[in-house]
């Protein structure tokens, strides 16, 4: 006869037993259930714009994130939209919010941001919208996301502060290396070292505000609502001489030679998540950073030829001596070689902030694993880049597309580089890049 301990050793694989069932039934009936009503194809439920397979891997955060509804037309003459209920429903607290009013339409759509103020928390969470139309037709649709808040703050914080230090002096001889780039470049000359000075600070204030348009650009790519969805990081030319800000201040040096990748304009260490928020990119064995000299080596690009050309000793030009006459010429250049200069300042600023993290989503942002193409866009289908964008591998870039004179103007970064900037989520153009919800 078993004992009453015996009794109690048994009955635990039982239990189990019991629970397995029960939970497969559970699962059987959930699948059932949403085969069930996703065959009503008036209403479907969508989030951040993008398909449905790859929205199914997001891992969403408790908010910035929108949620679609595409809807079939209504069968009434009118056309009026349906009256739309969206239910959440948190499955590890069991919180339910129900929303009717906060909805915003648009042409066979609705979307819903989700604010802060909702207070969503880590975990499963139910999502279902049911549509009543005025025929009296009501159709529903449903989803089940993962919620899951920032480990250690954001990846791109509030504090974080890019330096771009143009005043470094690699070789130590007394003069910042960047105004001896000019030099080499034959725009300035060395018996003018003044003259350099100038030319310096003015395409030093030029690339700085191409960099901020990089990462400030017009437009709502994330449709918020809002006009403006800046990037939360500071740009600046000046060091950081407040203590406290220094632990979230990357300084990237402009200037000088690269002993460890010779011929390279330009290279900064990649930081996934903006994990190091510190960084000496100016020292070390290997010292990382812009190295405007380098540019030479576009020296067959049409647009460097017609800029520099009237300076170069070579082809009968001269380095500018301050001559007034020969002023448009020198702004001319200073405008060109600032944006230049900018867009490879607003690409390597890219990799020490995180991008571009190699892997699709939800692991990477398709970026690739290896080679050039390491920490640089590339397309879903791991070969052509969606280019021409800022994070492109920069020798796929020419002189034009960097100066911002190409057929598509400034390099712009993805939309998905910019959910990740402005930590926020990808949004397509439509609810359904602009499929019907019958498709």
């Known amino acids: ?168 002096d690699r070789d130590g001889d007394g003069r910042p290396d960047f105004e001896q780039d000019l030099e080499l470049l034959s725009l300035a000359s060395p018996v003018r070292p003044e003259i350099a000075k100038i030319l310096a600070s003015r395409i030093a204030e030029r690339a700085l505000a191409r960099v901020e348009r990089a990462y400030d650009a017009d437009g709502d790519p994330n449709r918020t609502g809002h006009p403006r969805d800046p990037v939360a990081v500071r740009f600046q030319l000046e060091p950081v001489l407040v203590e406290s800000e220094r632990v979230f201040t990357t300084r990237i ?24 928020r510190a960084g000496a990119e100016c020292t070390g064995d290997e010292p990382a950073g812009l190295f405007p000299a380098e540019l030479a080596a576009y020296q067959e690009s049409a647009l460097y030829r017609e800029i520099m050309t009237p300076f170069d000793a070579s082809t009968g030009g001269a380095s500018f001596d301050g001559n007034p006459e020969r002023q448009p010429a020198v702004d001319r250049a200073v ?60 020798r796929q870039l020419s002189f034009e597309q960097l100066a911002g004179v190409g057929d598509e103007g400034e390099l712009r970064f993805r939309p998905l580089d910019y959910a990740y900037l402005r930590d926020r989520v990808v949004l397509a153009d439509e609810p359904r890049q602009g499929s019907n919800p019958r498709d």
């Open 253 to 276: 040096c402009v200037g000088g030679r690269d002993g460890s990748q010779p011929g390279s304009v330009g290279h900064v260490r990649f930081d996934p998540r903006n994990a190091r």
């Open 335 to 394: 405008a060109v070689l600032g944006d230049v200069l900018g867009t490879l300042m607003a690409h390597e600023t890219g990799h020490a902030l995180g991008l571009v993290a190699p892997g699709r989503p939800g692991v990477g942002l398709f970026g690739g694993d290896r080679g050039e193409s390491h920490a640089h866009a590339i397309g879903p289908d791991d070969a052509t880049a969606p280019a021409p964008s800022l994070m492109d591998p920069g």
């Open 1 to 168: 006869m078993p004992t009453d301990s015996t009794r109690a050793w048994l009955s635990r694989p039982l239990a189990a037993v019991v629970a397995g069932g029960l939970i497969g039934a559970a699962l059987l009936l959930f699948a059932s259930r949403e085969i069930t009503e996703r065959a009503d194809e008036r209403i479907e439920l969508g989030v951040n714009g993008v398909p449905t397979r790859l929205s199914r891997d997001l891992l969403l955060p408790p908010y910035g994130w929108t949620l679609q509804v595409a809807f079939a037309p209504s069968t009434e003459a009118t056309g009026d939209a349906p009256e739309l209920v969206v239910e959440m429903r948190e499955e590890r607290t069991g919180m339910t919010i129900e929303i009717q009013d906060q909805l915003i339409f648009g042409p066979g759509s609705a979307t819903l941001a989700i604010p802060e103020a909702m207070g969503l928390r880590e975990g499963l969470l139910a999502v279902r919208v049911r549509a009543t139309y005025p025929d009296g037709v009501v159709a529903e649709d449903w989803r089940r996301l993962r919620i899951r808040p920032f480990q250690g703050g954001p990846p791109i914080g509030t504090r974080q502060i890019i330096h771009f230090d143009f005043s470094v």
